[in-house]
């Protein structure tokens, strides 16, 4: 089983649709998640960071984190065509490391 | 806030030579750096963690003496890559740590393409 899971889609969303991105994790003592963006030849950008259960929300988009089921999600409301990327789902290991799930290619079409 | 730079962004070099790059934290400090490289439509794969003022921790399988790693300041770390070889040719991304022991955040520098010819 692989640390941290994502589907690698494609996954296709129209324009002004909720894109609805999963990962989930192994390691149970993890306590930190995050989700990244990754435009095609660009180095990953943090966009949101969740601890806890429940959601976070900022501006379009929405992490959820249950750590009872090892799950964490990120929703993508009103999405944009400048949304088309690979969104990273990363979680804390030891020493602070960073384990990435392979990515979710997201395409938001017109 | 949190704006990690890297220096070059792209470097394009013979075999057999020496490529530094630099990744600096521009707005805050960071105890620890991490260096990843990442192949075309691959994932990102740890090389080493970087720690200021103590001697890099590498990564099963990658080369502590070809991937030579100074962690100087909080601000800055150094990635040098010694005689460089056409199958060394990658996206190298640094990130540096934010925040407490627990929370973790990495932000990641713009990334440096290496191509050796």
């Known amino acids: 089983q692989k640390e941290v899971e994502q589907n690698s889609g494609p996954l296709s969303v129209p324009e002004g649709a909720i894109a609805s991105l999963n990962c989930t994790y192994s390691?149970?003592?993890?306590?930190?998640f995050f989700w990244y963006r990754q435009y095609s030849g660009k180095s990953p950008e943090l966009i949101m960071s969740?601890?806890?259960?429940g959601d976070k929300e900022d501006g379009r988009f929405t992490a959820q984190l249950n750590k009872a089921s090892q799950y964490v999600s990120l929703l993508i409301r009103d999405s944009q065509p400048s949304d088309s990327a690979t969104y990273l789902c990363?979680?804390?290991?030891?020493?602070?490391?960073?384990?990435f799930g392979t990515g979710t290619q997201l395409k938001v079409e017109l | 806030g949190a704006v990690v730079s890297q220096h070059p962004s792209r470097v394009i070099c013979k075999s057999g030579t020496s490529v530094k790059i630099e990744c600096r934290s521009l707005?805050?400090?960071?105890?620890?750096m991490f260096w990843y490289r990442q192949f075309p439509k691959q994932s990102l794969m740890l090389m080493a963690t970087?720690?200021?003022?103590?001697?890099?921790?590498?990564e099963q399988g990658v080369e502590k003496d070809k991937f030579l790693i100074n962690h100087a300041s909080l601000t800055l770390s150094t990635l040098t890559v010694t005689s460089a070889h056409p199958e060394d040719s990658s996206f190298y991304i640094c990130?540096?740590?934010?925040?407490?022991?627990?929370?973790?955040?990495?932000?990641f520098g713009p990334g440096t393409r290496l191509t050796v010819l």
């Open positions: 990130s540096a740590m934010r925040g407490p022991q627990g929370y973790n955040e990495q932000f």
């Open positions: 390691d149970r003592v993890s306590q930190s």
């Open positions: 969740i601890y806890s259960n």
């Open positions: 990363a979680v804390v290991g030891r020493g602070g490391k960073l384990t």
């Open positions: 707005d805050f400090q960071a105890t620890t």
């Open positions: 970087s720690n200021e003022g103590s001697k890099a921790t590498y």
